[in-house]
């Protein structure tokens, strides 16, 4: 009989309060829109229960998950109705997890240690820890991906901090064979996957492309937090989308470049794409793209985490390549849209070891 995957996540932000109402939408839903996979081996998004969670910021922990996902400073609207979830918020370790411009004034803190993670999570018995902490945490995600060792549970990614793509994290994952997936989760239907696709299709197609931007806003804590910490994320966005050109070197400028308060969690992403065509003639591309950010996030989740438990159940251990490369900005191997979609299929079908 199958059991049900029992999640940890750490930081109640904005796409934790999505993943949490999510779930409940696919107990609601015979039919859920929006997953890519209904069932994933023998996992429904039903099975999913989240069973432990993480925070510094002393307005969330202590109260019941199922209050604490609509605490301020979160603004994810509220599409469903989650009630209490007999989850208690706990505190987790701060190390460089929050902006230092923001700490105590934007965010009240109270800090926890990496052993009370551990006790948690081994109390718990959970199965797979949810990085969900903010860009630039590397310190702060380290110090989760070693709880999640030290308590033999999988470890997923969500944010650009490296782990895995990382080949000691790598390494002491393989060794524990428990699954690693990652680094920064690539969201449903977001501004890098639509701008990977274009330029993928631009270079099927022989189009020579000159130069691209992308620029972002957005009202989220974590665009709030993107404003000091935005390099990684840059590097990471920038990379995914001029990998899809075959080797072709262009210009490209990828940012989030301001937190506007009153979107709320919703983000806007302008794109330009500058090319020639055939007999050098000039091409131009211009996309403007609008989302729930958080909620752009969390159906990919679900699937990210039912993919993590089958590896588990296989005992596979390290990174998880076909997952990651299907839904992540920076994974361990890279590969074209198409490509690592058949590979994800392949390895949930169990036609390929990882």
């Known amino acids: 009989m199958k059991s049900s995957i029992r999640v940890a996540v750490a930081g109640v932000g904005n796409t934790a309060s999505a993943f949490v109402q999510g779930l409940k939408y696919c107990e609601m839903e015979q039919n859920p829109i929006g997953l890519a996979f ?13 069973v432990a969670a993480f925070d510094v910021d002393s307005r969330k922990v202590g109260k019941d998950l199922g ?7 979160n603004n994810a609207p ?34 926890g240690s990496i ?16 990085n969900y902490l903010p860009t630039g945490a590397q310190r702060a995600s380290e110090a989760y991906a070693e709880a999640a060792l030290r308590s033999r549970v999988a470890f997923v990614n969500a944010m650009p901090s490296v782990i895995a793509t990382s080949k000691v994290w790598q390494s002491r994952f393989e060794e524990a064979r428990l699954p690693l997936a990652g680094d920064d989760v ?7 996957v639509l701008h990977k696709t274009l330029v993928r299709l631009l270079a099927l197609r022989g189009v020579r492309i000159e130069g691209t931007y992308q620029l972002n ?76 950010d958080p909620f752009n996030n969390a159906g990919v989740m679900i699937d990210i985490v039912r993919t993590v438990k089958l590896a588990m159940d296989r005992e596979i251990g390290g990174p998880l390549i076909s997952l990651s490369a299907w839904a992540f900005k920076n994974p361990p191997v890279h590969a074209p849209p198409e490509v690592a979609y058949q590979w994800l299929i392949e390895f949930i079908e169990g036609r390929r070891d990882r």
Do not use: C
């Open 186 to 192: 690539q969201n449903q239907l977001g501004a890098t």
């Open 38 to 50: 209904q069932r994933i081996g023998p996992y429904e998004a039903k099975d999913i229960k989240v």
């Open 78 to 111: 509220r599409v469903v109705d989650v009630g209490k979830l007999g989850v208690v918020v706990k505190a987790g370790p701060l190390l460089d997890g929050i902006a230092e411009q923001l700490r105590n004034s934007f965010i009240p803190i109270v800090e």
């Open 115 to 130: 052993e009370d993670v551990v006790r948690e999570l081994e109390s718990t018995n959970a199965h797979v820890l949810v």
């Open 217 to 292: 806003v957005g009202g989220t804590p974590d665009f709030l937090n993107l404003m000091y910490r935005k390099g990684q994320k840059e590097r990471t966005k920038t990379e995914a989308v001029k990998r899809m050109a075959e080797g072709e070197d262009f210009d490209a400028y990828i940012s989030p470049v301001a937190y506007i308060g009153f979107l709320g969690s919703r983000k806007i992403a302008h794109m330009l794409i500058e090319a020639r065509g055939f007999a050098n003639v000039p091409i131009r591309i211009r996309v403007d793209l609008e989302v729930y």
């Open 67 to 73: 209050e604490a996902i609509f605490t301020p400073p």
